[in-house]
């Protein structure tokens, strides 16, 4: 909760106010036999995370009091989030901004949008980055659309079944009426099936879409992926985790084209479902087809550095019908959101937040493969985020841990069918996602729960 202090001549007029001299003569009437005149035995100090970690604990030993430990994934996590990134972001300046539609005179905002793009090709390895999108399913779309209009191919694009299935049906969405196939390619343990890929990208194809790690939390061998999209003329696009950047290789390292992901990891609390932030970086021969918002630095005529809306693609503008996009709008409070988390965290705190991802995710696989009637989905490699089968059933299993005061999940069967999943698999299957914010207790108390009759 944010607060203001009082200044050493506030306090001097209160004192006076109430006639007393000093704050220790006001706590004079205090019996001697009351007053603390001990060393105070205070512990050693604490990260902000371990200490809010540690507040939440004692607060919950009151009646009525305690909140519930987030297991949950599928496209939105509970990581933490730093209190200087609520701080910035709530200044007036910053939450009431609206778009800015005479650009060069919002110089406050541009810069913002500016260092948001930087820090996203940094991210990525990617040459250019728009100022942000909807959320990771319109990113999707977009970039496939985007492929469409480079390749000037509009009959197919092939997809991985371990793309996130609400990404898959809001791209079939956008090219419904287009007269473009949606190719989805089976899964095999997790990943996509490489050799079913190879049998239906062809210089037909426009866009190659995969996503690593996957919507199993799987890592994908997007390098091989890339190279067959090459291979046929397509575009190689990837669908990441911003947060597993900190441990994996990046997508401009993998030949990758276009680079897309949901940026909510990025210091945007889970509030029920949004607002989020859509990302999408590509290589610069592709910068004009790229949608939405392309922010770019100059100097004015005195000499002093400025910004400048480079390029704007929507419809409403001088593109006209040339336009890229019709996207209206940017999620600027989320973009700097994102901003001021990945400027706090830097390369080394990103890289720490992942180590702790994949360390505790690991543990957590590992304790929960000893829990009777739970088993392994998969056996590839993860990041933070992994499958398991419950044998009474995904639903039943959510229940049990519900019951604990435990969210995970989803389960498997709200999807539709998932090419390469049996029945059983997708009726028994749910995902647990494990982030820094959750400790080995909270892990050893989800195993307790699914192991409870």
């Known amino acids: 909760m944010a607060y203001l202090f009082n200044t050493d001549r506030e306090r001097q007029a209160m004192l006076r106010t109430i006639g007393a001299g000093s704050i220790g003569e006001i706590l004079e009437q205090i019996p001697a036999a009351l007053q603390l005149r001990r060393p105070l035995d205070l512990p050693p100090p604490l990260t902000e995370l371990d200490l809010e970690r540690q507040l939440r604990a004692l607060a919950a030993e009151n009646v009525g009091v305690g909140s519930r430990v987030c297991f949950l994934g599928g496209g939105a996590y509970d990581h933490y989030i730093p209190a200087v990134v609520d701080e910035i972001t709530g200044r007036g ?20 949008f500016f260092e948001y793009q930087s820090l996203i090709c940094e991210l990525t390895g990617m040459d250019v980055s728009n100022a942000s999108l909807y959320d990771g399913a319109s990113a999707v779309a977009e970039a496939v659309l985007m492929s469409l209009r480079t390749t000037d191919r509009v009959s197919k694009v092939v997809i991985s079944a371990a793309v996130h299935p609400e990404y898959l049906q809001v791209v079939q969405t956008y090219v419904s009426h287009l007269g473009c196939d949606v190719v989805v390619v089976p899964i ?107 922010i770019g630095q100059t100097v004015d005529r005195l000499g002093r550095t400025c910004y400048v809306l480079n390029l704007q693609a929507r419809e409403q503008h001088i593109r006209r019908d040339k336009a890229t996009s019709n996207i209206c709008t940017n999620q600027g409070l989320m973009a700097l959101r994102a901003t001021v988390y990945m400027s706090l965290l830097g390369p080394q705190g990103l890289r720490e937040v992942a180590t702790a991802c994949c360390q505790l995710a690991h543990y957590a696989h590992d304790q929960l493969l000893k829990v009777p009637g739970v088993s392994a ?73 699914l192991a409870a009759s």
Not at 99 to 111: D, H, I, K, R
Not at 199 to 221: H, I, M, Q, W
Not at 417 to 444: F, H, N, P, W, Y
């Open 93 to 112: 300046e910053f939450y009431t901004a609206y778009t800015p539609y005479q650009a060069e005179a919002s110089q406050g905002s541009l810069q913002a």
């Open 188 to 294: 095999t343990d997790g990943v996509t099936d490489l050799a079913k890929l190879a049998a239906v990208v062809d210089d037909r194809t426009a866009a190659v879409v995969a996503a690593s790690p996957n919507f199993f939390g799987c890592l994908e061998d997007v390098a091989a992926i890339s190279e067959l999209a090459h291979k046929h003329g397509a575009m190689s696009v990837q669908i990441f985790d911003p947060i597993s950047l900190g441990l994996v290789r990046r997508p401009g390292d993998l030949g990758v084209d276009i680079a897309v992901a949901e940026g909510q990891p990025l210091g945007i609390p889970l509030q029920f479902g949004g607002p989020y932030l859509g990302i999408l970086a590509c290589r610069e021969e592709f910068v004009r087809k790229l949608p939405g918002r392309l």
């Open 377 to 449: 989905l998969g056996t590839r490699p993860f990041f933070k985020e992994f499958g398991v089968r419950a044998a009474g059933g995904a639903e039943r299993a959510m229940a049990r841990a519900a019951k604990a005061g435990l969210d995970v999940g989803p389960a498997l069967s709200r999807f539709p069918r998932i090419a390469g999943l049996s029945a059983d698999e997708q009726s028994q299957g749910l995902l647990v996602a494990v982030t820094e914010c959750r400790s080995r207790d909270d892990i050893d108390r989800l195993c307790r729960a």
